[in-house]
């Protein structure tokens, strides 16, 4: 059982290092991304204009992230409250991180929270996940 055990266990371990680290290609490098989704409704109508996510954007947003970012729209559904199907317009903020920034988590902690306050948001839903860049 421990001949078996002990290579699977090893096979595992290498496994996650390689989910660590990608292997990048020629000319790109490894970087992080994150995806922000900011809801556009208030309460359960729609509520807060392009104008109003553009001064966001640019009061909140690209002060933590001069280098740059993308907006595009979108929108989403999930179930809420007795089984309703509820239906949003969104904003999606799409960040390329270089690995060298030590406080992006921070940042982004500020960026979510400001806009929860600002717009009495629930949430603001997040990916973020390893990359291979090249510009």
Known sequence: ???????????SLAGCASLQQPSCAAGEEPMRT????????????????????RKFVDEVLTPRFPEGLTVLDGGGQWTGPE?????????????VIPRKDL????K????????VQRFHQDSVMMVSQRACVSF
């Open 108 to 115: 982004l902690g500020e960026v979510r929270q400001a806009y």
């Open 103 to 106: 406080h992006t988590q921070h």
């Open 34 to 53: 994150a995806q922000l989704f900011f809801g556009q409704n208030i309460g359960d109508k729609p509520g807060v204009s392009d104008a109003e996510f």
């Open 83 to 95: 089984n309703k199907l509820i239906r949003e317009a969104a904003k999606v903020v799409v960040l």
């Open 1 to 11: 059982m421990r001949r078996v055990v002990v290579p699977m266990l090893l096979l």
